[in-house]
């Protein structure tokens, strides 16, 4: 019986665990390849679609395609005891036949009577039916019994690879609460941002490779899904606004999803990808950033050479590395961008930032 196809979360998350690392090997390019497709491996199990109903979902497959077996074997059982039955019904008026036949010829037989010849012939050839029936009823009622034993077998074996499928799904949802509890979902984010700065700058300073260069664009189709699920699993009642935003550094352009928090006194992004927009050498001294809720955390100082949120362009951003936030959120649009506008939120469903320019204001 087939079991979950796609949901076998145990051997991946201790990968991601990992940091989505690989063996080493001699080749950098088949190292990327397999990092790619383990990346790949995680979303198609652990972010396209739920987890969890896909485990039940395995769990009701197993049950349907048993009662459906079930239900099948109850129908052949059926029609086995109907034809049995009506077998049954032709022996009791085969042997009645037989018996009034029996009374008739008890008298002793008229010398050249043709008429009791003819009965001791039908007689015969009512016997020879009757024994004939008795012989396939009785054989074909065996094979119901044999078949009602393997049937009493198999359903036993078939349950217990119900409560087998179950017991499976069980472990992997526990496991998945708890790779989402410990923030692994957060880490293999992470990953991903890591492994696309890095195929990046190899494809910049190394020979052109296009295997590489194939990565490159599979993990950035990786972050876009990212940033859209991030942005469609936002509950609006939490409050947070999600945006769209292209950074700029001298090497790239960088599509990204990033939370809008007026609590944070400046932009935030992941420092995998400062090495992505080549701003790595610009970055400054370790300080600490005040971030939503009145928490503090330390970061490398950074200007990003330009920021565009909602159509509108800050050059020159004071800004600091830290690390993603969230899954598929690349950093925070705080004060330092904020406070080149007039803004306010749209708290209509959904919400959203509108910026409007200060008057004489520079950005």
Same mark, same amino acid.
Request: charged share 30%; hydrophobic share 35%.
């Given at each position: ?33 397999? =990092? !790619? ?16 109903? %896909? ?7 197993? !049950? ?10 109850? !129908?052949?059982?059926? /029609?086995?005891?109907?034809?049995? =039955? @009506? ?24 010398? *050249? ?14 016997? +020879? ?12 009622? =065996? ?13 036993? +074996?078939?349950?217990?690879?119900? *409560? ?12 998945? %609460? ?16 890591? $492994?696309?700065?890095? $195929? ?11 295997? +590489? &260069?194939?990565?490159?664009?599979? $993990? ?12 469609? &699993?936002?509950?609006? @009642? =939490? ?21 809008? #928090? ?22 400054? #001294? &370790? ?27 800050? %050059? ?9 936030? #969230? ?5 925070? !649009? ?5 406070? +080149?506008?007039?803004?306010?939120? #749209? ?7 509108? $910026?409007?320019? /200060? ?5």
């Amino acid at each position: 019986m087939r079991t979950s196809t796609g949901f076998i979360l145990l051997p991946i998350c201790a990968m991601l665990a990992a940091g989505c690392g690989g063996e080493p090997t001699a080749s950098p390019v088949s190292e990327h390849q397999r =990092e !790619v497709a383990r990346i790949e491996t995680v979303m198609e199990r652990c972010f396209r679609g739920d987890p969890i109903a %896909r485990a039940h979902s395995s769990v009701s497959n197993v !049950v349907a395609r048993f009662n459906d077996w079930v239900q099948q074997s109850q !129908v052949e059982f059926e /029609k086995t005891r109907t034809d049995l =039955e @009506k077998r049954a019904d032709t022996i009791e008026t085969l042997s009645r036949s037989i018996k009034e036949l029996d009374e008739q010829l008890a008298s002793p037989a008229p010398a *050249g009577d043709p008429a009791y010849a003819a009965r001791v012939q039908k007689r015969n050839g009512l016997v +020879r039916e009757y024994n004939s029936t008795l012989k396939q009823h009785n054989a074909d009622a =065996e094979t119901l019994n044999e078949s009602l034993t393997q049937f009493r077998a198999e359903a036993e +074996r078939r349950r217990k690879q119900i *409560g087998a499928a179950r017991k499976e799904a069980d472990a992997h949802i526990e496991e998945y %609460r708890r790779w989402l509890k410990t923030r692994q979902d957060l880490a293999f984010f992470h990953g991903v941002n890591r $492994l696309y700065a890095k $195929l990046l700058k190899a494809q910049r300073t190394e020979t052109k490779d296009a295997q +590489r &260069e194939a990565g490159i664009a599979k $993990l950035r189709d990786v972050r876009a899904e990212l940033g859209r699920r991030a942005i469609r &699993e936002t509950d609006p @009642k =939490e409050g947070l606004i999600l945006v769209h935003a292209k950074i700029t550094g001298p090497a790239a352009t960088e599509e990204c999803v990033m939370i809008v #928090d007026t609590g944070a006194e400046t932009v935030t992004v992941d420092p995998p990808l400062v090495q992505v927009l080549g701003l790595e050498d610009r970055l400054g #001294d &370790e300080v600490q950033a005040a971030v939503a809720g009145g928490l503090t955390t330390k970061g490398r100082e950074i200007v990003i050479p330009a920021i565009t949120v909602s159509g509108e362009t800050v %050059r020159d951003t004071d800004s600091v590395a830290l690390k993603a936030p #969230d899954v598929g959120i690349d950093g925070i !649009v705080g004060l330092s961008f904020l406070n +080149r506008f007039e803004y306010r939120i #749209d708290r209509s469903d959904p919400r959203k930032l509108i $910026l409007q320019p /200060k008057a004489g204001g520079s950005r």
